[in-house]
């Protein structure tokens, strides 16, 4: 054996978005612990860009009793596992009203992989067309707003963009060269 392995799992918490589960595990030297895990869906994050501009959500994040500007993201209701440029999609319509011509993946990005499954699939979104958004209730104090690289970059410098799914899609988006 050369990782960890579970042994036994139970769910703790269950909600509509996540799943919390504890598994005692024995690691690869053969002693044993446990391990807490947020179990949560595939999400799809959406670079929207129409030209030089960027698309942007301002939403309040409970956790942090904070304002977050960020790229929009998200899972599909009920922990469903939809397909992943389908998805992107609909979070861009929904969260922006915006949609795309062309969704291009970018790449893959791991939320908290010491506590988390959940993995996240990049698009670039281009070809836009605007309309009105369609956002769950939860979403009710989105606000969202285009903004230059400039102002992207130097909000990211000022820590008014901190979230890390966002700042890890912009790199991508500057590797690929797009």
């Not at 960890?4 to 509509?16: D, F, H, K, L, P």
């Not at 309309?131 to 903004?147: I, L, T």
């Amino acid at each position: 054996m050369d990782s960890i392995r579970a042994v036994q799992t139970r769910e703790v918490y269950r909600n509509n978005w996540m799943t919390v589960r504890e598994d005692d595990i024995r690691r690869p030297d053969g002693s044993t612990g446990i391990y807490g895990v947020v179990d949560r869906p595939t999400y799809a994050l959406v670079i929207a860009r129409d030209g030089e501009r960027f698309h942007f959500v301002e939403q309040f994040r409970y956790p942090l009793g904070l304002r977050r500007w960020e790229f929009p993201q998200g899972t599909a209701p009920g922990r469903v596992e939809l397909d992943v440029t389908e998805l992107a999609a609909r979070e861009l319509r929904e969260e922006t009203g915006l949609r795309a011509d062309t969704m291009t993946e970018l790449g893959l990005l791991d939320v908290a992989p010491g506590m988390s499954s959940q993995r996240g699939r990049v698009f670039l979104a281009t070809g836009i067309t605007e309309g009105p958004h369609d956002r769950e209730h939860e979403e009710q104090d989105m606000r969202s707003a285009w903004f230059s690289r400039a102002e992207v970059e130097q909000m990211m410098r000022d820590g008014v963009i901190t979230d890390s799914q966002t700042i890890a899609a912009w790199t991508l988006l500057l590797l690929s060269g797009l």
